[in-house]
């Protein structure tokens, strides 16, 4: 496309002239300000990264990560989600261990006495 201000041959993804550094494409400017509100979600990120390590902070982090993904129109919507579920299989899989590791020692116990 052309700028709009001194007609040199730009970029179609530029928001700005890089020859008179007018605003040349407000679509392409807005995508950049969404892409930056992208960045933003880093409780999403954070939820992710810690329902690995930290099941019930990955947990809450993913859950604020995924109310704030719908105010975000979307993003990191997938990622929130992703760190909902990988720490929610984490608690239940302690959990589990827990359980076994309890009924073990009981059983254990038991057949001490
Ligand atoms: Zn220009």
Request: with cysteine; hydrophobic share 50%; net charge positive.
């Amino acid at each position: 496309m052309f700028c709009t201000n001194c007609g040199k041959e730009i970029n179609d993804n530029a928001a700005i002239c890089p020859y008179c550094g007018v605003v040349a494409n407000k679509t392409a400017l807005s995508n950049a300000s969404n892409s930056n509100s992208n960045q933003s979600n880093t409780m999403a990120i954070v939820g992710f990264i810690f329902s690995f390590f930290f099941a019930l902070v990955g947990l809450i982090c993913s859950i604020i990560g995924f109310k704030k993904a719908a105010e975000l129109g979307g993003n990191g919507k997938g990622l929130a989600l992703a760190g909902i579920i990988i720490s929610s299989i984490s608690i239940i899989i302690t959990i589990i261990v827990f359980i076994v590791v309890i009924g073990g020692a009981l059983a254990f116990a038991g057949s001490v006495a």
